[in-house]
C-alpha cells in the first residue's frame, strides 16, 4: 500500500539515513524505534508526505486513506470538538460544510437542490449519518465526556487536546493510521483502550513509541532507525530485542575475528618484509593485495556502551528500610489518600502506580521532606541513606554548570575524576561546561543520574526516572536497578520498566493502596480481584457520586501474609542467583578444559587426556542437574 524507494533524507549536509526501501502492507502494525535523535519522528514525516525526502519516492495508492496524529494542539481552538474529530476524515467534513451552506441558502434553486442530492449520496457512503456516534465512542474510550461534543476546542486542557487529536486520527475507519508517541499524556484506561483499538483494527498502522509494553502489545513489525540504516524486523519489540542482541553479538564477533585475521597478516607481512628476500618480499605484496580486496566490516554499534551507569550502596542497610503508618494528605477540595500503611524491605524493587493526580509523587515528596503529611508518620531503617531521583530534577541547581553540578555535590573528586563521571553519561569536552538550565530534559535525567550513582546510596527513591530517556538509555537504567544491591521506591507509567524491574507493586486507588507482590503482568493479572477486595471504593464508585474513603482500618494489607510470601521469594531468588553462579563456574571450567586439551603438549598426554576427559564428564552431568533445577526456579 505504501512503497518507500531509494529514500534519503539530509540535513545540513549529514545523511540521517540513505538509501531506505521498504513496503507497508495492510494488516499490521509498525513500531519505529530508535535513539534520540536518530530521525523517528523524521521518517514519519516523510512517510505522511509531510516532508520531501533529498532522495528518492514515498508513493501511496490514492485510492486509500491516511490518517496522521497531529501535534499542533492549539490549531483548532475555534472549532468544536465534533468538528475537529471529524476532520480526521477531510472529505466527508467537506461534505458536511458544503451541505450546511446550501441549505442555509435563502434562494436555494433546483441546481443547488441536485448538488444538495449528490452530495448526501456521498455523505451516506462515507457513513457520515453515524459519525456522530463514532466520535462518541472515540470520546468515551479516551476518557472525555462526549455530552462536551459540541463545545470549543478551547475550553480543553492540554491532555484533553491530545485525546481529540487522537480521536481526530483514528475517525472515519482510514486504510492507514500514522501515530507519533500517541501515549503521551494518556492516563493507564485510555491507554489500554487504544492498544485494544489498534489490535482489532485491520488497516495498515505506522507508530513512534519510547512505549515498550505498548509496542509489544500492538505491533506486529518493528522498524529500527540506527546508524543512519532503516531496518526492519518480524515481531513485537520483545521480539525485536531478543534477535537484535543475537545479531549484534553474531556481528561483533565477525567484525572482531576480521579484525584479528587483518592484525595476524599485518604481521606476517611485516615479517616477510624484514627478511629483505625478493621471494618473501612478493609474498608479502601478495598478501597485501589479498588485504585491500577484502570487504572490511564496519564496528557494531553498541549498545551505548559509552554511557555507564553502576549503582552501588556505600553501606548495607538493616532489613527494615522503610514503614509507613496512617499516612495522610489532602489539598484543599481534594483528599489524595488516607491511613496509608506500608513497610519496605531491603533488596525490594516497589513500584507506586496509579492514576495521575492520585498522590503518587505527593508520597515520595514526604519521605524525602520535600511537603509534610496532614497525618502519620513514616520510620527509615538502620544505616538506610536516600538517594532522590526528581522527575522536576529539583534537586539540581539550573545556574550551575554541568561540572559545577558535580564538583560541589562532591568536593572530593578531582577535575580528571568529575570529567570521567560525566563522561560515563555522555557528556564529554566543553559540554560539561553547559548551564544546566540550557540542557533538555533527558540531558538533565542523566545529570540526576551521575548524581545518583555518585551518592553511594542504599535507598534509592526514583520519580519517573525514565521521562524523557530513549529505549537504549531505559534499557541501561533497568540493568544497572536489577544489579543494584540496595532497595528502590519509584513512581513511574512506564509498563515495560516496571514489568523489567518490580518485584512488588503498589497501586494507590480509592485513597489507598492496594498490594501486588509481582511485575506488571502480575498486576494486570490480579488486579480485579485484589482491587475488590482491598480498595471497594475505587471499584464501586459510581459515575454521578464521589466515593467515600473506606474504612481505613479494613483496606489494610495482610502483612504477615505478604511477609512469609516475600521472604519464601527472596529465598527462591537467592536459590536461582547460586545455582546460575554454579553453571557460569562450570561452563567456565569447561572451556578451559577443551582450551587444555587443544595444546599440543596436552593432546599427546594420555595421562592428562584421560583426567581431564574424566572431569569434562564430571561437570556434564552436574550441569544437566542444575539446569533442571534452574528451569524449577524459575517458574
Not at 534520540?36 to 514519519?44: H, M, P, Q, R, V
Not at 512505549?211 to 513489525?221: E, I, N, P
Not at 554499534?301 to 559509552?306: A, G, K, L, M, Q
Request: hydrophobic share 35%.
Amino acid at each position: 500500500m505504501l512503497n518507500v524507494n531509494g529514500v534519503a533524507i539530509n540535513f545540513d549536509g549529514q545523511n540521517l539515513f540513505s538509501n531506505v526501501n521498504l513496503q507497508f502492507l495492510p494488516g499490521n502494525c509498525y513500531g519505529i524505534i530508535g535513539a534520540n535523535g536518530a530521525g523517528k519522528s523524521t521518517f514519519l514525516r516523510i512517510l505522511s508526505g509531510d516532508l520531501e525526502p533529498s532522495k528518492g519516492e514515498v508513493t501511496f495508492d490514492p485510492k486509500y486513506r491516511m490518517s496522521v496524529l497531529k501535534q499542533d494542539h492549539f490549531a483548532y481552538e475555534d472549532q468544536t470538538i465534533f468538528d475537529t474529530i471529524m476532520q480526521g476524515n477531510a472529505r466527508l467534513y467537506e461534505i458536511a460544510q458544503e451541505k450546511d451552506a446550501l441549505y442555509a441558502k435563502p434562494d436555494f434553486d433546483e441546481e443547488d437542490g441536485n448538488r444538495a442530492a449528490e452530495l448526501e449520496a456521498e455523505f451516506s457512503e462515507l457513513n457520515g449519518w453515524d459519525a456522530e456516534t463514532e466520535a462518541a465512542k472515540l470520546m468515551q474510550g479516551l476518557g472525555l465526556d462526549s455530552n462536551d461534543m459540541y463545545n470549543t476546542m478551547s475550553t480543553l486542557n492540554q491532555t484533553e487536546k491530545v485525546k481529540v487529536l487522537l480521536a481526530r486520527a483514528l475517525f472515519g475507519q482510514p486504510d492507514m493510521i500514522l501515530l507519533d508517541e500517541p501515549t503521551n499524556g494518556l492516563d493507564a484506561k485510555a491507554i489500554t483502550w487504544l492498544e485494544d483499538f489498534l489490535i482489532e483494527y485491520e488497516g495498515t498502522v505506522i507508530v513512534v513509541s519510547h512505549d515498550r509494553y505498548f509496542l509489544d502489545r500492538v505491533v506486529t513489525k518493528v522498524v529500527e532507525v540506527d546508524n543512519k540504516k532503516v531496518t526492519t524486523f518480524e515481531g513485537n519489540y520483545t521480539a525485536y530485542s531478543q534477535k537484535k542482541a543475537m545479531l549484534r553479538e553474531a556481528a561483533y564477533h565477525a567484525w572482531v575475528n576480521q579484525q584479528q585475521e587483518i592484525h595476524h597478516q599485518e604481521e606476517v607481512i611485516a615479517k616477510l618484509k624484514s627478511f629483505n628476500r625478493e621471494k618473501s618480499i612478493k609474498r608479502a605484496e601478495s598478501r597485501e593485495k589479498m588485504l585491500d580486496k577484502m570487504d572490511v566490516l564496519e564496528k557494531p554499534t553498541e549498545v551505548r556502551s559509552d554511557m555507564r551507569i553502576r549503582l552501588e550502596p556505600r553501606i548495607t542497610s538493616g532489613n527494615d528500610v522503610l514503614t509507613v503508618e496512617h499516612l495522610s494528605k489532602a489539598f484543599p477540595g481534594q483528599t489524595l489518600f488516607q491511613d496509608l500503611n506500608f513497610e519496605i524491605k531491603r533488596g525490594e524493587r516497589v513500584a507506586i502506580i496509579g492514576n495521575n493526580g492520585t498522590g503518587k509523587t505527593t508520597i515520595l515528596k514526604i519521605l524525602n521532606e520535600v511537603i509534610r503529611p496532614d497525618a502519620g508518620s513514616f520510620t527509615l531503617g538502620s544505616r538506610v541513606q536516600i538517594g532522590y531521583y526528581d522527575q522536576e530534577h529539583q534537586v539540581l541547581h539550573m545556574e550551575k554548570t554541568i561540572f559545577q553540578e558535580i564538583s560541589d555535590a562532591y568536593p572530593y573528586l578531582t577535575n580528571t575524576e568529575i570529567r570521567n563521571v560525566l563522561a560515563a553519561f555522555l557528556f564529554t569536552n566543553d559540554d560539561v561546561f553547559q548551564p544546566i538550565h540550557t540542557l533538555s530534559g533527558g540531558e538533565r535525567g542523566r545529570i540526576s543520574l551521575a548524581k545518583l550513582m555518585l551518592s553511594n546510596a542504599n535507598f534509592l527513591i526514583l520519580d519517573e526516572p525514565t521521562n524523557h530517556l530513549d529505549i537504549v538509555s531505559k534499557e541501561i537504567l533497568e540493568n544497572a536497578l536489577k544489579d543494584y544491591t540496595g532497595t528502590v521506591l519509584y513512581v513511574s507509567h512506564d509498563r515495560y520498566f516496571i514489568n523489567q524491574t518490580a518485584t512488588r507493586i503498589l497501586e494507590l486507588t480509592g485513597q489507598t493502596l492496594v498490594n501486588y507482590i509481582g511485575n506488571y503482568d502480575y498486576y494486570l493479572e490480579k488486579k480485579e480481584e485484589l482491587t475488590r477486595i482491598y480498595a471497594p471504593a475505587a471499584d464501586a464508585a459510581a459515575p454521578e457520586e464521589t466515593a467515600a474513603p473506606s474504612e481505613a482500618s479494613s483496606t489494610k494489607l495482610d502483612w504477615k501474609a505478604q511477609k512469609e510470601e516475600q521472604a519464601r521469594l527472596r529465598k527462591k531468588e537467592n536459590e536461582l542467583k547460586k545455582t546460575e553462579k554454579r553453571i557460569e563456574e562450570l561452563e567456565t571450567r569447561d572451556s578451559e578444559i577443551d582450551e587444555e586439551m587443544s595444546k599440543p603438549e596436552v593432546a599427546t598426554n594420555v595421562a592428562e587426556c584421560v583426567k581431564l576427559s574424566k572431569e569434562k564428564a564430571e561437570i556434564a552431568a552436574e550441569l544437566e542437574e542444575l539446569y533442571e533445577k534452574w528451569e524449577e526456579l524459575a517458574e
